[in-house]
């Protein structure tokens, strides 16, 4: 049901109040102009949450980059968690994951055609972008996890709500999940909530809709996960077991924030799971390598390794997994995919608001030319987005 993975500390609520209290006056700020928000002349597209921990970005920002890759040059512009590097850096053929993140470098190398940058000052990267002359040809940025980086303001603001861990039923931080209110949801022009089960019944739909509260200029939208085919992670990997196959024993290595659903998903697809859970975005040391081959040893035989994407860019470049683990590890790769029929409409609305902000694509007019209409000079909601 939705909201259950959500724990409150309510001994922390106290402390909850003095954090809110510090948000609220930072929301503030930028609501009234005393903090300003700059906008830039190509379209900007933001992808966020208000939670801390997985809400599905990646796989909506590749969504979004598999939509408008080959109708305008897409930029990809994160922060980097937990890079070893500092300052702007832009992924190029021989960048390496500690450089730029996992999620960028997921990105990077699953995407050539695009530009991935990370940058904490979202400004500063967006300005470097745009002027430096391997990437002055981008025509639209999308900013990776920038919801409450409120020194740019984007075109269009599309917040994600994890269906397991809804804003309406959660806490603000440390008791809860939350990074700044639930009243945050107002600023964005899209909300979608994720990872919904797939046998979501309608009359759920229904109160999910009216439990969100939006504004009529919002937009509600709901996606559920798909898995693809599990790939080898190691070139030595024997061949993966195809997706009408029943998995054997699973051992289920996750660093993500939110590996719950995963598990739900799998559950029925294989004989048994054994999970080894890690922190979000975790640096896999040796002696955790060395336990995930004790584990996959000791379990029963058949058995396959199972991780995530995004866990496989950091698994791959370490060594000390055995023989055996290597041949046996499989990426599980994932898509979003949007519920009630409503794909083409969300797709509708993105590329209508970059073709009414983009000068020179092929989403263009040929008649706006140079008097097109940038995110600079969009005065309100309905001109931006286009609905």
């Known amino acids: 049901m939705e909201g259950d993975f959500i724990k409150i500390n309510k001994w922390l609520l106290p402390f909850a109040w003095l954090y809110g209290l510090g948000v609220w006056l930072r929301n503030l700020l930028f609501d009234t102009g005393v903090i300003k928000s700059r906008r830039f002349d190509v379209p900007v597209i933001s992808v966020g949450n208000i939670t801390v921990g997985g809400s599905g970005k990646t796989p909506h920002v590749e969504y979004l980059i598999r939509l408008l890759h080959d109708k305008v040059k897409v930029a990809v512009l994160s922060r980097g968690y937990k890079r070893k590097s500092r300052g702007y850096r832009l992924a190029k053929a021989g960048t390496t994951m500690p450089e730029i993140g996992d999620e960028?470098?997921?990105?990077?190398?699953?995407?050539?055609?695009?530009?991935?940058?990370?940058?904490?000052?979202?400004?500063?990267?967006?300005?470097?972008?745009?002027?430096?002359?391997?990437?002055?040809?981008?025509?639209?940025?999308?900013?990776?996890?920038?919801?409450?980086?409120?020194?740019?303001?984007?075109?269009?603001?599309?917040?994600?709500?994890?269906?397991?861990?809804?804003?309406?039923?959660?806490?603000?931080?440390?008791?809860?999940?939350?990074?700044?209110?639930?009243?945050?949801?107002?600023?964005?022009?899209?909300?979608?909530?994720?990872?919904?089960?797939?046998?979501?019944?309608?009359?759920?739909?229904?109160?999910?809709?009216?439990?969100?509260?939006?504004?009529?200029?919002?937009?509600?939208?709901?996606?559920?996960i798909d898995q693809g085919p599990l790939e080898p992670l190691f070139p030595e990997g024997e061949s993966a077991p195809t997706p009408t196959e029943k998995l054997p024993h699973v051992l289920l290595v996750t660093g993500i924030a939110s590996p719950e659903q995963m598990m739900k998903d799998l559950k029925g697809q294989c004989e048994s799971i054994t999970p080894m859970q890690f922190s979000d975005h975790h640096l896999f040391t040796p002696s955790d390598l060395e336990a995930i081959n004790m584990a996959f040893k000791m379990m029963p035989k058949p058995a396959i390794v199972i991780t995530t994407e995004k866990d496989a860019t950091r698994l791959e470049t370490v060594k000390g997994l055995s023989a055996e683990v290597r041949k046996h590890i499989y990426v599980q790769p994932i898509r979003v995919s949007f519920m009630l029929d409503e794909e083409e409409k969300f797709n509708n609305n993105i590329i209508d608001y970059v073709r009414k902000h983009q000068r020179n694509s092929l989403m263009a007019e040929g008649t706006h030319g140079d008097n097109a209409p940038s995110g600079d000079n969009s005065g309100n909601r309905s001109r931006t987005i286009g609905f």
Do not use: W
Not at 149 to 161: A, E, F, Q, S, W
Not at 172 to 198: F, H, Q, S, W, Y
């Open 104 to 224: 960028p470098y997921q990105m990077h190398r699953k995407f050539k055609d695009i530009h991935v940058a990370v940058e904490a000052d979202r400004c500063k990267g967006i300005e470097t972008l745009l002027s430096s002359e391997e990437t002055k040809d981008t025509q639209l940025v999308l900013l990776d996890d920038a919801y409450q980086h409120r020194y740019v303001k984007p075109g269009l603001n599309i917040l994600l709500v994890d269906y397991h861990r809804l804003i309406i039923y959660d806490k603000l931080l440390p008791a809860g999940r939350l990074r700044e209110p639930k009243e945050g949801k107002n600023r964005a022009d899209i909300v979608i909530i994720t990872k919904c089960p797939k046998d979501l019944k309608p009359m759920s739909f229904r109160v999910l809709q009216r439990a969100m509260a939006l504004f009529p200029y919002q937009q509600l939208y709901f996606t559920t």
